[in-house]
C-alpha cells in the first residue's frame, strides 16, 4: 500500500464527531477538519463556547437538583396524601388585632416580677391565697382552676378527674364531679377552671373540649371547634346540668358581682363572654369583650373592681400573628398536624406574655408586658393580693410575683 492509499485508509476510519454546533462553528486547518468540542479544554476557551459550556453545565445541575428535589418530596408526598390529620378544624373570620397603643401599648413592667418556687413547682396555671400554702398539684393531679370557699376549703378543677372541695389543712378530697362522665350527650373530658358563689351552693365550671384532652390543648386550638360548654354544679343536691354550649375553647371564667352572670374566655377567638347564670337571663348571652391583642387564659378580679386577664400569645398588630394567618386556613393546619408533632409546633409561637386590666365594657385600664418571655413566660392567670400580681402558668416550673407599686 503505496502512502497516499494508507493517508485514505486512515482517513476513512476517523470517528466523527457528534456535535450540536453548526456547520461554521467546524474550521479547517491544513485540509483536515477538526471540531471544537473534541477537545473539552480548548473547546471552552473561547467566548461562545464557554457559554455554550455554562448553559450546559446549568442544565445539567438543574436536572440533578430536581432528581434529588423528587426522591427527597416523595416520602413527604406520601405523607401528605396517605395520612390522615388528627384535626378537623373550622374556619373562623378575625377581626384585624387592636392597634398595639394607648393601654395596650408594648412596654416590660413584667419583667419587674421576681420568680417564686422556681423548679420547685410544674405549670402552675392557676392560685388562691390561703396562707402559707400555695399549691396542690401533686395530691390534686393536673388542676387547672382553684377557689377558696366559704368554710375555707379549696374547690379545684381538674383537667382530667374532675372536680374536687380539698381540705388545705388534712389534704383530704372530695370529687364532686367526675371527669369523662358524660353530660348532656357529651364527656367532660377537658375540665378547665371554675368559679363558686359565696353561700359555696354553686359551682361553675367550663368544660373546653368534648373531643380533646388538656395535654392535646394545641390541637384544640387550632381546630377551633365550637364543642365548649359552661356548666353548673349543685353542691346540695348534686345535680349537675349545662348552662351554655357551643363555646370556642371557653378557658378562664369568673363570676360577677351580682353572681347572675360569668365572664368566659374564648380563646381561640380572643374574646370575652358574659354568661347569664341565674335571673330573669339565664340562659343567655352576650360579649364582654371582643377582638383582644391576645388569647385570653384565665380572669380574676382586681382591687378596683376590674378583672385581671392573662394572655400566653399575642397577635401583634402591627406585625404578624401566626394564628390569625392560619384561621381561615384550615388545609395548613391539617398539613402541620400530620408533619410536626405538638410540642415542635410550640417551639415556632413566640413567647409574648401579657396582663390586663379590664373594666366593665371591656375597657382596658392597664397592661403590663414581658415581649419574649424572659421572666413571666406563658402565664395562664394574674392573682392579685396584698399589694402584689402572683402570675401563674400553664407552662413554667415557677410563680412569678409583681409587686403593683412598681409599675
Known sequence: MNETAGLRFRRQNRHDVISDHPADRVRKGNGAVTSFCEDMTSCCAGDDMASHC??????????????????????????????????????????????????????????????????????????????????????????????????????????????????????????????????????????????????????????????????????LIMEASADGRVLEYDTESGELSVVMDSLRFPNGIQLLPDEESVLVAETTVARIRRVHVAGLNKGGMDTFVDNLPGFPDNIRPSSSGGYWVAMSAVRPNPGFSMLDFLSQRPWIKK???????????????????????????GVCSRSFHDPDGLVAAYVSEAHEHDGSLYLGSFRSPYLAKLDLSLV
Open 335 to 361: 398539613l402541620l398536624f400530620k408533619l410536626f408533632s405538638q410540642d415542635t409546633m410550640m417551639k415556632f409561637v413566640p413567647r409574648y406574655s401579657l396582663v390586663a386590666e379590664l373594666h366593665d365594657g
Open 54 to 219: 455554562r448553559t450546559y453545565s446549568g442544565r445539567v445541575f438543574r436536572a440533578t437538583l430536581l432528581s434529588v428535589g423528587g426522591l427527597l418530596l416523595l416520602p413527604l408526598l406520601v405523607i401528605v396524601l396517605i395520612l390522615e390529620s388528627p384535626i378537623q378544624p373550622d374556619v373562623l373570620v378575625l377581626k384585624e388585632p387592636p392597634a398595639m397603643s394607648g393601654c395596650w401599648e408594648a412596654n416590660a413592667k413584667l419583667r419587674l416580677a421576681r420568680r417564686l418556687y422556681e423548679d420547685a413547682v410544674a405549670g402552675p396555671e392557676s392560685i388562691a391565697n390561703i396562707g402559707e400554702s400555695v399549691q396542690y398539684e401533686v395530691t390534686c393531679g393536673r388542676p387547672l382552676g382553684i377557689r377558696v370557699g366559704p368554710n375555707g376549703t379549696l374547690f379545684v378543677a381538674d383537667a382530667y378527674l374532675g372536680v374536687f372541695e380539698v381540705n388545705p389543712t388534712t389534704g383530704e378530697s372530695t370529687r364532686l364531679v367526675a371527669g369523662g362522665q358524660e353530660v348532656g350527650g357529651r364527656k367532660l373530658l377537658f375540665i378547665n377552671d371554675l368559679a363558686v358563689t359565696q353561700d359555696g351552693k354553686k359551682v361553675y365550671f367550663t368544660s373546653s373540649s368534648s373531643r380533646w384532652q388538656r395535654r392535646n390543648y394545641l390541637h
